[in-house]
């Protein structure tokens, strides 16, 4: 596609059940950053993937969160056990080759954990 | 930690006014952007900042990046119902995360 898609665009769960998010690239892009936009927060860094580097995992808040990306293309965000401070949304980048490249953001998925 | 500290946090106004919103730190950047966000949509990067005292216009907007790379404004002049939306500022440091401010909310009336 022309842009960074992610879905699903809404997510509701329950408190204690995992979720899955899937973020699909820009085509060519080696570069997929996760970023978690809380209300009335910034864009708080979660993890980097280039290509087929060890991802820089040091943004996640804890280890209910993992994320993997397959193939150096798409890429799942998966957070077990969720609490209700997991709301928020959760917003996927990716950039040519990382470093100073410009980031393209995806739409986000709206996690709410009831 | 919040290395990027924006204001005002909200701003309400009517079409034709002028506007400011500010970006500060006390962490020098290797450069300095800003996005703007609509309501369901990701960031779209408006401009790059890269120079310490460094101006670029884009239409009605105008960016300055401080002289010691610690701070940036962002003016727009003649504000439209269209430039209604959430202001992010972002800095770049040695790594190749972007540290987001918290952003402005901007609302511009007819």
């Known amino acids: 596609g022309a842009g960074v898609s992610q879905s699903p665009s809404n997510k509701v769960t329950e408190k204690g059940k995992d979720v899955e998010l899937r973020c699909d690239p820009i085509s060519g892009h080696t570069a997929l950053y996760w970023y978690r936009q809380s209300l009335g927060q910034g864009l708080e860094f979660l993890i980097y993937?280039?290509?087929?580097?060890?991802?820089?995992k040091s943004g996640l808040p804890s280890d209910r969160f993992s994320a993997e990306r397959t193939g150096g293309s798409v890429s799942t965000l998966t957070i077990q056990r969720t609490q209700q401070e997991d709301s928020a949304v959760y917003l996927c980048?990716?950039?040519?080759?990382?470093?100073?490249?410009?980031?393209?953001f995806g739409p986000g998925t709206r996690l709410l954990v009831l | 930690t919040q290395l990027l500290e924006q204001s005002p946090q909200f701003l309400s106004i009517q079409e034709g006014e002028n506007l400011t919103v500010y970006c500060n730190s006390s962490s020098v950047f290797s450069s300095l952007q800003w996005y703007r966000q609509e309501p369901g949509e990701g960031p779209v990067l408006l401009v790059t900042v890269v120079t310490g005292g460094e101006v670029k216009k884009l239409k009605r907007l105008t960016f300055q990046f401080g002289d010691a790379r610690k701070d940036s404004s962002l003016h727009i002049t003649a504000a439209q119902p269209g430039d209604t939306g959430l202001y992010l500022c972002a800095g770049a440091g040695s790594g190749y995360a972007l540290n987001f401010g918290k952003g402005t909310s901007l609302l511009v009336t007819p």
């Open positions: 980048a990716s950039s040519f080759s990382g470093g100073r490249e410009t980031q393209y």
């Open positions: 993937f280039q290509g087929n580097s060890a991802p820089d």
